[in-house]
């Protein structure tokens, strides 16, 4: 069983940061999945697929792991860089770029 750690990055129907400030430990797929003969869905006899553990902070995460000596690796993603701008800058004329056509 081999561990991923990560923060999730957020979703395509989501403008905020919800859903993306804690770390989360799942297990990778020891096995590849199969169809099921019946019924064609995918199946996997690997129940460690299952868990996923979230964290509040990074090190719980790691400490988790090595409590209960479980190898791992920690992905962790560059943060976004905001500029502020107001919408009176889309008409200054200083602007660098031009706005219309």
């Known amino acids: 069983m081999f561990a991923k750690i990560y923060r999730p990055s957020r979703t395509a129907m989501q403008s905020g940061q919800a859903k993306t400030r804690n770390w989360v430990l799942e297990f990778e797929p020891s096995m590849a999945k199969r ?11 690997d129940m460690s697929a299952q868990v996923r553990l979230k964290f509040a902070e990074l090190d719980q ?5 090595k409590k209960y000596g479980i190898p791992y690796r920690v992905t962790e993603k560059a943060d976004i860089v905001r500029k502020p701008k107001t919408y009176a800058s889309n008409f200054s004329a200083d602007r660098k770029e031009p706005w219309s056509h």
């Not at 169809?35 to 006899?45: A, F, K, R, Y």
């Not at 995460?61 to 792991?65: F, L, N, P, S």
């Open 61 to 65: 995460a790691v400490a988790y792991a």
């Open 35 to 45: 169809p099921d003969p019946l019924m064609g869905w995918n199946s996997t006899t």
